[in-house]
């Protein structure tokens, strides 16, 4: 392609050459050899691009067709793989593993359920939840704090602990007053 077209470009030099020679361009015979070597230049210029496209076509095709090759191999192979594992496999016998699996699963969904019970009868929080009341009453009745309805609880003692003897001063009792409705509210507020 690249020597077509430097005798191209030196044929199209000469015939530029020759027409300023010779001033009669239709008449001289050298100028119109030379015209028709120049045509004849480029007609070779587009078969051989024509040529090289054609190459081109011909090379994906055989691309093309190793590459259908390469996959019939290996659906060959496939096909080769999967009939054996058909033959390994029998559909009793894997009816019977499935029925088999089945039975042992639902075995192991009842233990399961009785565990959970069992588990569920041995750490009962009934009785947790009434002595936890039982214990939060009395903490609030040492403090002086009333329970309304919805709480069980014991009756807050009369007498101050042993050891306390002396009464509470006026400034005392005005402070636990005030003290006793902040401290109510809070608990409700829980």
């Known amino acids: 392609m690249r020597e077509l077209d430097r005798t191209e470009t030196q044929v199209l030099a000469e015939i530029k050459s020759r027409a300023k020679q010779s001033g009669v361009a239709g008449n001289d015979p ?12 480029r007609k070779q210029r587009e078969k051989m691009i024509s040529a090289k496209a054609h190459m081109g076509a ?9 590459a259908q090759v ?3 191999g290996a659906v060959s ?9 058909n033959k390994a496999s029998d559909a009793k016998e894997m009816s019977k593993i499935m029925t088999e699996f ?6 192991a969904n009842l233990k399961e359920e009785m565990m959970d019970d069992a588990l569920a009868d041995a750490f009962d929080a009934d009785g947790v939840e009434e002595e936890a009341d039982a214990i ?5 009745a040492e403090l002086g704090v009333e329970m309304d309805s919805k709480m069980v609880g014991l009756s807050a003692p009369s007498a101050k602990p042993q050891g306390e003897e002396a009464l509470l001063t006026e400034e005392e009792q005005d ?4 003290a006793l409705p902040d401290l109510k509210a809070r608990l409700d507020a829980l």
């Open 30 to 41: 050298a100028l119109k050899s030379l015209a028709k070597q120049l045509v004849q230049i």
């Open 58 to 66: 011909v090379g994906m095709q055989a691309t093309a067709m190793s």
């Open 70 to 72: 390469a996959m019939t």
């Open 77 to 85: 192979n496939v096909t080769d793989a999967m009939k054996t594992a």
């Open 102 to 107: 089945q039975k042992q699963n639902e075995m």
């Open 136 to 140: 939060t009453s009395q903490v609030l």
């Open 175 to 178: 402070a636990l007053g005030d």
